[in-house]
Structure formats: structure tokens, C-alpha cells
């Protein structure tokens, strides 16, 4: 199975600051048709999670343009140009070009 | 809108199955992929298959081979994840995830609520 690890696991922001997490495959995510099967989800206290980014670099329907993704093969990250406080939750990175699509270990963001 | 509405919470004994349904509105059903994933409580996101709403195909991760069954009904718009041989570490919540179909891969676009399994004597 592709092992997906995150890091950092906690991550105290203050509001308005940038937030960055890195997430890092065993394999690469690379689909034979150039695409990154790599995806970010927000699990917000209580709830439960929601898509983020889409493909390595593609925001959800509805995400806010601060929210960006980036890397290729097996180096990915996820980047918050300036937090707010409703992004708060842990963020989870997955793979999806090999069964069985694994996650991370998940990203703990609080605000400061 | 697109809405996936799950069952309730239960309680079962080790060694029991559980049955878990999610109810799909707002889109066309049979086009798509459901995806069940679980989380044991304080703990993170586990993949656990996935079922064609169309042909009833599925695909099961390894861990779950033998105790798990996906299944959808498309006159109710419901799919539906049986697992048995329950045991302690299966306590978690239940989730039901729609795939959004976007090429090349698994995409999960949208989210049920959520059904918690509490496995106890």
C-alpha cells in the first residue's frame, strides 16, 4: 500500500498568517495520463470532510482562492495564503491512483 | 443539491454485522461511484471500497476482504456497506462518499453525515 505522510501533525497559526503542510507518497502519484492523484480534504470539528483541492492543484467548487495546492510525484503541499478562523479542523492529504487509496495521517490546524 | 443522508447510530456485539445505508439525492445516481470510509474514534480516515452504482462492480480494500459487502438498490437511490464479523477496533464512524467522476481518478466530492458503529459486549 502507497504510504502518505504529513507533516507537521500540529499546526498553531495566527490569524491573518500563512499556513503551509507537506505531504509526501512512498510512490509516485503520478496517473500515466499526467495527472497527480493526490487530493485535500478539511475535516472541521464535528463535521465531516470536505474536499479541498482536486488533482494536486485544483480548489473545490466553492473553496476560497487562499487555499492552494502544488508539488508533483511524491512531494505535495497544501498552502493557506492568510488563515482565518474557520479554517480551523485537521487537513488530510490521499492518493487515489493505487487501490487501496490511503490518507495521511491528517494535519491539526488552531488558530494561535 | 447533492445530498447523501446515512443511517443511524448502532450498537452491536462482537461477532455481529452491521448493515450501513446511505440515501443519495440530487444527482443522477447510476452515474456515479459511493465510497465508504471509516474513522475509528480520534483517529484518522481509512478507505474501504467502493461500489459502481451502475453495474454493481466493486472494489474492496485487501484489509477488508470476506467481511465486507457494498451494495446499492437504484430504485431507492441507496447504497449500502455490510460489514461483518464485527470486532472491537471496529468502532468507528461510518462515512458514505460520492466520487465526482472527474477523470482519471477517485475524487470524493461530497459526504454523508457520518453513521457511528460502536462494537461492545
Known amino acids: 500500500d502507497i504510504v502518505m505522510t504529513q507533516s507537521p501533525l500540529s499546526l498553531p497559526v495566527t490569524p491573518g498568517e500563512p499556513a503551509s503542510i507537506s505531504c509526501r507518497s512512498s510512490q509516485s502519484l503520478m496517473h500515466n495520463g499526467g495527472y497527480n492523484c493526490l487530493d485535500w480534504y478539511l475535516q472541521k470539528p464535528g463535521q465531516s470532510p470536505q474536499l479541498l483541492i482536486y488533482l494536486g492543484s485544483n480548489r473545490a467548487s466553492g473553496v476560497p482562492d487562499r487555499f492552494s495546492g502544488s508539488g508533483s510525484g511524491t512531494d505535495f503541499t497544501l498552502k493557506i495564503s492568510r488563515v482565518e478562523a474557520e479554517d480551523v479542523g485537521v487537513y488530510y492529504c490521499?492518493?487515489?491512483?493505487?487501490?487501496?487509496?490511503?490518507f495521511g495521517q491528517g494535519t491539526k490546524l488552531e488558530i494561535k | 443539491q447533492v445530498q447523501l443522508v446515512q443511517s443511524g447510530a448502532e450498537v452491536k456485539e462482537p461477532g455481529a454485522s452491521v448493515k450501513v445505508s446511505c440515501k443519495a439525492s440530487?444527482?443522477?445516481?447510476?452515474?456515479?461511484?459511493i465510497h465508504w470510509v471509516r474513522q475509528a474514534p480520534g483517529y484518522g480516515l481509512e478507505w474501504m471500497g467502493e461500489?459502481?452504482?451502475?453495474?454493481?462492480?466493486?472494489n474492496y480494500a485487501r484489509k477488508f476482504h470476506g467481511r465486507v459487502t457494498m451494495t446499492r438498490d437504484t430504485s431507492i437511490t441507496t447504497a449500502y456497506m455490510e460489514l461483518s464479523g464485527l470486532r472491537y477496533d471496529d468502532t468507528a464512524v461510518y462515512y458514505c462518499a460520492r466520487d465526482s467522476m472527474i477523470d482519471p481518478t477517485a475524487i470524493f466530492d461530497n459526504w454523508g453525515q457520518g453513521a457511528l458503529v460502536t462494537v461492545s459486549s
Open positions: 490521499t492518493q487515489t491512483v493505487q487501490i487501496p487509496y490511503t
Open positions: 440530487g444527482f443522477g445516481f447510476s452515474d456515479y461511484y
Open positions: 461500489i459502481n452504482l451502475n453495474s454493481g462492480d466493486t
